[in-house]
């Protein structure tokens, strides 16, 4: 016995924004944690700002993204 069954159509969403290329992010976040460093008036916390800055920038890349 063969059952026929439907599967609902899920919408592809596409995004007609043009995103930012991994180079172009790279040096976002580079600048970023430089501005953090500075901040720190150059405490030497490397890690914890690129970190930071890498979080910003990704947080703020999927907002615009979305929008």
């Known amino acids: 016995m063969t ?3 439907r599967r609902a159509a899920i919408p592809h969403q596409t995004s007609t924004k043009v995103t930012t290329s991994i180079p ?3 040096e976002q976040i ?3 944690a430089y ?3 500075e901040q ?3 405490d030497g ?3 914890d ?3 930071q800055a890498e979080s910003e920038v990704t947080q ?3 907002k615009n993204i979305v929008t």
Do not use: F, G, S, V
């Open 3 to 5: 059952k026929n069954t």
């Open 24 to 26: 172009d992010l790279r």
């Open 30 to 32: 580079r600048l970023r």
């Open 35 to 37: 501005e953090l460093y």
């Open 40 to 42: 720190r008036e150059r």
């Open 45 to 47: 916390h490397e890690l």
């Open 49 to 51: 700002n690129w970190l």
């Open 60 to 62: 703020q890349t999927a």
